[in-house]
Structure formats: C-alpha cells, structure tokens
T-cell receptor, first 110, second 113 residues
Framework: SQQGEEDPQALSIQEGENATMNCSYKTSINNLQWYRQNSGRGLVHLIL?????REKHSGRLRVTLDTSKKSSSLLITASRAADTASYFC??????????FGSGTRLQVQP | GAVVSQHPSWVICKSGTSVKIECRSL??????MFWYRQFPKQSLMLMAT?????????EQGVEKDKFLINHASLTLSTLTVTSAHPEDSSFYIC?????????FGPGTRLTVL
C-alpha cells in the first residue's frame, strides 16, 4: 500500500523557475527519501532526511520535513530541462520495505 | 556504492508463458530483498518481501502462486511470473537492504502479448 500522497500530481514550469513538490505520509518514520525516475527507467536516489532533521540541502535540492504534520517538501531551484522526470517520496519505518508516495510528474519547458 | 542488478532489463513473452526475473546484490549480502511493481504513470507498489532461506511474504492482493519468489542465496532473489497475461505487463523493480540503506535495481520491463 502507499504511505501517502504527493501533490501536485503534475507540474509544468519554465526553465529557471523553481519547482516545489509536497509529500504527506501516515505513520511514524525513521527517514524520508526522495527519488527521481526518468520515463521508463529505474530510480535515482536524490536525498535522505532523517526524522530528527528539519531541512537538508544537496546542490539545487532542498528538502524539508515536518514530522508533526507528517509532510515533506522537495524544492528544485533554477530548474533545467534535464530535471524533467517523476519524483517520488519514500518513507522508511526501519522495519521493512520503503513505501512510496504517489509521485509528481515534473515537466520543465526549455 | 552498493549495486543491485536485474536481469533481464526487458522481456516480451506470449500469454500463458512463465518469465523469470533475477535480482542480484553485487557487492553485499542481502538477507532481505523486495519486489515492487509499477504500472505506467503510477507509483511503485510493494509486491512481496523475499527472505533468504524462508518463504516470501506477499502483500495483500498479490497472488503468491502466480508470482513465485525464491531467495536461494544471500545475493540472489528471483521472481517468476507464471502463466503471464497481458495485465501482468508492468515494470518490476527489486531492491535489497544493505544495512539501513535500500538499494534499487534498474528494473525489468515485462510485456505480455
């Protein structure tokens, strides 16, 4: 079963703009991870944020985590056409497999 | 970093045949591996947890007699789709837990004609 939902389901922006995706989940977690998936391809791990962290940066990526609201956001700054992909959050409860959100399809127009 | 491989990367088969997909952890041992299925434009859904030396644990709604999982060694898990039908066409992704990190294979695209 899916842990939660992501919004928006789809997002279309122009190159250079920022893209923000949100993820909500249902249970307590050890960490939350964000992945990218290009069409028809495997997953690329982007960033992991632990439950005791509130914000994390990696290059043009900024992730926030609010455990009280059970939500996370992924911000991609200065987007590029190559950022076009689907983005998934995944929660790790430490007991078993990662549980994925519903995903956001990002289209960056050149 | 740790690598998980899958073979084949894609397969096309006729309805009614069986297809085996291999998942290998290349540089670490994995007592637990996971199999996910992803339909077009949808998220990854966990199908089953593969446990080395014991029976797999299937998620609700996944037919264990149709999706046979064998975890024969600490580096290999196989998923066999038996009597495949067009509705089984999907992207199958395995992952292996190495310590606290889960590593994903590149996926196998199954198309059943």
């Amino acid at each position: 079963s899916q842990q939660g939902e992501e919004d928006p389901q789809a997002l279309s922006i122009q190159e250079g703009e920022n893209a923000t995706m949100n993820c909500s989940y249902k249970t307590s977690i050890n960490n939350l991870q964000w992945y990218r998936q290009n069409s028809g391809r495997g997953l690329v791990h982007l960033i992991l944020i632990r439950s005791n962290e509130r914000e994390k940066h990696s290059g043009r990526l900024r992730v926030t985590l609010d455990t009280s609201k059970k939500s996370s956001s992924l911000l991609i700054t200065a987007s590029r056409a190559a950022d076009t992909a689907s983005y998934f959050c995944a929660t790790d409860t430490g007991r078993r497999a990662l549980t994925f959100g519903s995903g956001t399809r990002l289209q960056v127009q050149p | 970093g740790a690598v998980v491989s899958q073979h084949p990367s894609w397969v096309i088969c006729k309805s009614g045949t069986s297809v085996k997909i291999e998942c290998r952890s290349l540089d670490f041992q994995a007592t637990t591996m996971f199999w996910y299925r992803q339909f077009p434009k949808q998220s990854l859904m966990l199908m089953a947890t593969s446990n080395e030396g014991s029976k797999a644990t299937y998620e609700q709604g996944v037919e264990k007699d149709k999706f046979l999982i064998n975890h024969a060694s600490l580096t290999l898990s196989t998923l066999t789709v038996t009597s495949a039908h067009p509705e089984d066409s999907s992207f199958y992704i395995c992952s292996a837990r190495g310590g606290t990190t889960q590593y994903f294979g590149p996926g196998t695209r199954l198309t059943v004609l």
